[in-house]
């Protein structure tokens, strides 16, 4: 099944822990990205890669970082995380202009 | 940058036809997307206008003018199913996209 997973799903911690939340599409798509959606902001794009070894910023990239050595993964590293880092975030892989999104990683940062 | 204006919410009745406007500003645009999120879901994609003029899609079609700058998404045949959030998204690049805030649409009875 042609899909994009996102690892972990829900994740509780504390602020400075440094944590990475995992993407992975298996439909060979070159173009990955990273959103975050808060109530009322809609969703916003913190980085986005058009291939492996080429990423760039979105919208909101401060406090992000995100690396792609393979095609099928685009993970998403906050080195310190801090409340305001507290959303919903969405990982989505593209063959050009339809986006298909993961199943979202709730982040909570205490 | 993109800046991109919607209508937070909109109701409609159940087989009526609903119109969603999205008007944008933008310093470079490649076309305009809609995304259908339903609650505690993941955002799905509905259409693409790279051209002006109308894109049909079953019970959906999207339009857009770039002279005007401005778009909207037409449901029609509402179904209690079409109650959800609903996001156009334009690209200041290839692959740089800016989302609208969304309008929630509710269908009542």
């Known amino acids: 099944e042609a899909q994009v997973t996102q690892n972990p799903r829900y994740l509780i911690t504390v602020t400075g822990k440094k944590l990475t939340v995992t993407c992975s599409q298996n439909?060979?798509?070159?173009?990955m990205s990273w959103y975050r959606q808060d109530p009322g902001l809609g969703l916003r794009q913190i980085y986005y890669?058009?291939?492996?070894?080429?990423?760039d910023k979105g919208d909101v990239p401060e406090g992000y970082k995100v690396s792609r050595k393979e095609k099928r993964n685009f993970p998403l590293i906050l080195e310190s995380p801090s409340p305001n880092q507290t959303s919903l975030y969405f990982c989505?892989?593209?063959?050009?202009?339809?986006?298909?999104f993961g199943p979202g990683t709730r982040l909570t940062v205490t | 940058g993109q800046s991109l204006e919607q209508p937070s919410e909109v109701t409609a009745v159940e087989g009526a036809i609903v119109q969603i406007n999205c008007t944008y500003q933008?310093?470079?645009?490649?076309?305009l997307s809609w995304y259908q999120q339903h609650d505690g879901g993941a955002p799905t994609f509905l259409s693409y206008n790279a051209l002006d003029g109308l894109e049909e899609t079953g019970r959906f079609s999207s339009f857009l003018s770039r002279s005007d700058s401005y778009g909207y998404l037409l449901l029609q045949e509402l179904q209690m199913k079409d109650s959800a959030s609903y996001f156009c998204?334009?690209?200041?690049?290839?692959?740089?996209?800016?989302f609208g805030k969304g309008t929630k649409l509710s269908v009542i009875p």
């Open positions: 989505a892989s593209s063959p050009g202009y339809e986006q298909y």
């Open positions: 933008t310093s470079g645009f490649y076309g």
């Open positions: 998204a334009a690209g200041a690049g290839s692959y740089q996209l800016t």
């Open positions: 439909m060979n798509h070159e173009y």
């Open positions: 890669s058009m291939n492996v070894e080429v990423t």
